[in-house]
Nanobody, 115 residues
């Protein structure tokens, strides 16, 4: 079984930065990809960014140029560096992992962008 631990959420002023981290543990196996998905109140979940084992990245149009996804720690930790944050970025951010050991979701971390 795979477990994901997220950290780094909080409240930040518009235009500010915040970095989220997600560390995988357990029977991970070979990771296919790690991703960040967010859900704002009253809205559908949105795939924000993902990174594959080959470091191929994807970004939603809404965050391109502002967010950067990366991996380290033998690929078991993913980061989401968020810059120039906007109030529309306010959401619960979830980490997602898919591997040959199975898939997993984190519990989510709240990001609030407000002055």
């Amino acid at each position: 079984q795979v477990q994901l631990m997220e950290s780094g959420g909080g409240t930040v002023q518009p235009g500010g930065p915040l970095t989220l981290s997600c560390t995988a543990s357990g029977s991970i196996g070979s990771i296919y990809y790690m991703a960040w998905v967010r859900q704002a109140p009253g809205k559908q979940r949105e795939l924000v960014a993902s990174i594959t084992s080959a470091d191929i990245v994807y970004y939603a149009d809404s965050v391109k140029g502002r967010f950067t996804i990366s991996r380290e720690n033998a690929g078991n930790t993913a980061y989401l560096q968020m810059n120039s944050l906007k109030p529309d970025d306010t959401a619960v951010y979830y980490c997602n992992l898919q591997s040959n050991g199975g898939g997993a979701w984190g519990e989510g971390t709240q990001v609030t962008v407000s002055s």
